[in-house]
């Protein structure tokens, strides 16, 4: 028996109750698909075109709906309200600020094309006199999203694709407040290579940007782009967490249920699929997921290679990466799926996964895993004592870790925040940053213009000492949240260069 048909049997039995019961939420309008083109299996962005039309599937919406219901308590710090992060600060930024050249070869003709490598962090001037919750950005993604104290976003960078939400795809180097969303209380987001999620504190998205996939889940195959900051199309539990990989998002809600929408290429949507089907003898095409879509398999591969169900009561946190995720649930067990290739999925193997496949290393006592990252072709993970373990590859030689192994030079620091890049990391840890990524890069790690790269973790010295709330990477830039409680710390942070934007 093949693997997915033993897996379309264990969904198959979820939903009419034999079993294992998976939280129930409400409709979230049906099951909306398009159809998309592929030309070339290359994974780059240029390597996809796209070919949509909406489908709708009663008969799927009315399957999704009986699906059997657990009682889940609901925390008290999530009724009502979303919370953000707690610790606020004044913003750092080092890296490449060419928001048209990063991660490419050669800028597009047209554009502006200019921007320093900032190889050391600098003060963000536009933004030195906001206090600053919140910093997002991606491992594929040239732009970043800066949520201030009092909930108001900003963002900046590249805007090919209207990401920024500002109604245009005008390059913006200085932090703009998005006017669509400015009224309300903002306290997450998330970027993925050409759209933005935006989460409000009460537990409402907002998506923007590029739509070709339907990974804004705004359920409307016609709209290509969505330039201004438009509500998804989703009517369930209240949202606490948002996410996006290359070209989908995952959203999850206040009673611990994830819900998918975008490109399922590799699978990276958990409904066990990839979408592909043929539109003639040498043209791929794809259904991806117009409006968010909720996973409802778990599953576990035995020695023997069986699929077993796995119940899971709820997760409590996951993280995207360029075309795979994981996530932790109430148990601190790991799951992830999607693209298996060098072993960023920690299942000693390079299968695609079309369903949250348990990861056996962390199913064990004592080895419960409290955290997790996805960068764009590895993912890294803390257990309960604090060790940090990678799986995948990050360098672009050398052997992968097919499974996790743990980052022995991380040994003893309490690591805080970690912001993932396309192959650059950089963690916060006690009241320093460490930070390690293999040549070529723009200045991302802040090591300075002397050792621009470091393929073993590094203390950024220009930071030691300093209280940073939070890291987070793009694919050649990274922001810091650096305390400025007391009158030490602000001073440490006015005696850094400062750059404006020309």
């Given at each position: 028996?093949?693997s997915?048909r033993?897996?379309?049997?264990?969904?198959e039995?979820?939903?009419?109750?034999?079993?294992?019961?998976q939280?129930?939420v409400?409709s979230?309008?049906?099951?909306a698909?398009a159809?998309k083109?592929?030309?070339?299996d290359?994974?780059n962005?240029?390597?996809?075109?796209?070919?949509?039309?909406?489908?709708?599937?009663?008969?799927?919406?009315?399957?999704?709906?009986?699906?059997?219901?657990?009682p889940?308590?609901?925390?008290?710090?999530?009724?009502?309200?979303?919370?953000?992060?707690?610790?606020?600060?004044i913003?750092l930024?080092?890296?490449?600020?060419?928001?048209?050249?990063?991660?490419r070869?050669?800028?597009?003709?047209?554009c502006?094309?200019?921007?320093?490598?900032?190889?050391?962090?600098?003060?963000?001037?536009?933004?030195?006199?906001i206090?600053?919750?919140?910093?997002?950005?991606?491992?594929?993604?040239?732009?970043s999203?800066?949520i201030s104290?009092?909930?108001k976003a900003?963002?900046?960078?590249?805007?090919?694709?209207?990401?920024?939400g500002?109604g245009?795809?005008?390059r913006?180097?200085?932090?703009l407040?998005?006017?669509?969303?400015?009224?309300?209380?903002?306290?997450?987001?998330?970027?993925?290579?050409?759209?933005?999620?935006?989460?409000s504190?009460?537990?409402?998205?907002?998506?923007?940007?590029?739509?070709?996939?339907?990974?804004?889940?705004?359920?409307?195959s016609?709209?290509?782009t969505i330039p201004t900051?438009k509500?998804?199309?989703?009517?369930?539990?209240?949202?606490?967490?948002?996410?996006?990989?290359?070209?989908?998002?995952?959203i999850?809600d206040c009673?611990?249920?994830?819900?998918?929408?975008?490109?399922?290429?590799?699978?990276q949507?958990?409904?066990?699929t990839?979408?592909?089907y043929?539109?003639?003898?040498?043209?791929?095409?794809?259904?991806?997921?117009?409006?968010?879509?909720?996973?409802?398999?778990?599953?576990?591969?035995?020695?023997?290679?069986?699929?077993?169900?796995?119940e899971?009561?709820?997760?409590r946190?996951?993280?995207?990466?360029?075309?795979?995720?994981?996530a932790?649930?109430?148990?601190?067990?790991?799951?992830s799926?999607?693209f298996g290739?060098?072993g960023?999925?920690?299942?000693?193997?390079?299968?695609?996964?079309f369903?949250?496949?348990?990861?056996?290393?962390?199913d064990?006592q004592?080895?419960?895993?409290?955290?997790?990252?996805c960068?764009?072709?590895?993912s890294l993970?803390i257990?309960?004592?604090?060790?940090?373990?990678m799986?995948?590859q990050?360098?672009?030689?050398?052997?992968?870790n097919m499974?996790?192994?743990?980052?022995?030079?991380?040994?003893g620091?309490?690591?805080?925040?970690v912001?993932?890049?396309n192959s650059?990391?950089v963690?916060?840890?006690?009241?320093?940053?460490i930070?390690?990524?293999p040549?070529?890069?723009?200045?991302?790690?802040?090591?300075g213009?002397?050792?621009?790269?470091s393929?073993?973790?590094?203390?950024v010295?220009s930071l030691?000492?300093?209280y940073?709330?939070q890291?987070t990477?793009?694919i050649?830039?990274t922001?810091?949240?650096?305390?400025?409680?007391?009158?030490e710390?602000?001073?440490?942070?006015e005696?850094?260069?400062?750059?404006?934007?020309?």
């Open positions: 028996m093949s997915k033993e897996i379309d049997e264990v969904e039995a979820e939903e009419s109750g034999s079993a294992p019961k939280i129930k409400d979230n309008g049906g099951k698909k159809k083109v592929k030309d070339s290359d994974e962005e240029n390597g996809v075109g796209s070919e949509a039309e909406e489908d709708e599937d009663k008969s799927d919406t009315e399957k999704e709906d009986d699906i059997p219901s657990v889940v308590e609901i925390p008290e710090k999530e009724k009502g309200k979303v919370l953000g992060p707690e610790g606020t600060g913003v930024i080092c890296g490449g600020t060419n928001w048209d050249a990063a991660g070869k050669t800028a597009p003709k047209g502006k094309n200019s921007g320093p490598n900032l190889w050391s962090p600098h003060l963000f001037g536009p933004l030195s006199k206090r600053v919750r919140l910093v997002a950005s991606g491992p594929n993604a040239a732009h999203i800066v104290e009092d909930g900003y963002s900046f960078g590249r805007n090919e694709k209207g990401q920024l500002h245009d795809e005008v913006r180097d200085t932090p407040i998005i006017d669509a969303v400015k009224d309300e209380v903002l306290v997450g987001a998330a970027c993925g290579r050409n759209h933005t999620l935006l989460l504190v009460n537990g409402e998205v907002f998506a923007m940007g590029d739509n070709k996939n339907g990974q804004c889940g705004v359920k409307n016609s709209q290509a900051a509500s998804i199309f989703y009517k369930g539990a209240p949202i606490v967490k948002v996410g996006c990989g290359g070209e989908f998002s995952i999850l009673k611990g249920a994830m819900h998918s929408f975008g490109l399922p290429e590799y699978g949507l958990g409904h066990n990839d979408g592909k043929f539109v003639t003898s040498t043209k791929m095409g794809f259904h991806c997921e117009l409006a968010p879509k909720r996973i409802v398999c778990f599953i576990e591969r035995t020695k023997d290679g069986k699929i077993k169900p796995v899971v009561d709820e997760i946190d996951f993280s995207c990466g360029t075309n795979h995720t994981c932790i649930d109430s148990r601190k067990r790991l799951f799926w999607g290739g060098i960023r999925l920690g299942h000693a193997e390079q299968r695609d996964e369903v949250p496949r348990l990861i056996k290393f962390f064990s004592n080895r419960g895993v409290r955290n997790v990252w960068g764009s072709s590895y993970a257990n309960d004592f604090g060790v940090m373990y799986f995948g990050n360098k672009r030689t050398g052997e992968a499974y996790p192994k743990p980052i022995q030079d991380l040994t620091w309490n690591v805080r925040s912001g993932v890049s650059s990391i963690v916060a840890a006690d009241d320093s940053v930070a390690w990524g040549s070529p890069t723009s200045g991302e790690l802040g090591l213009e002397i050792r621009k790269s393929t073993t973790p590094l203390e010295k030691d000492g300093m940073i709330e890291v990477c793009g050649s830039h922001l810091f949240i650096a305390r400025d409680k007391s009158d710390e602000k001073k440490r942070i005696a850094f260069e400062v750059y404006t934007p020309a």
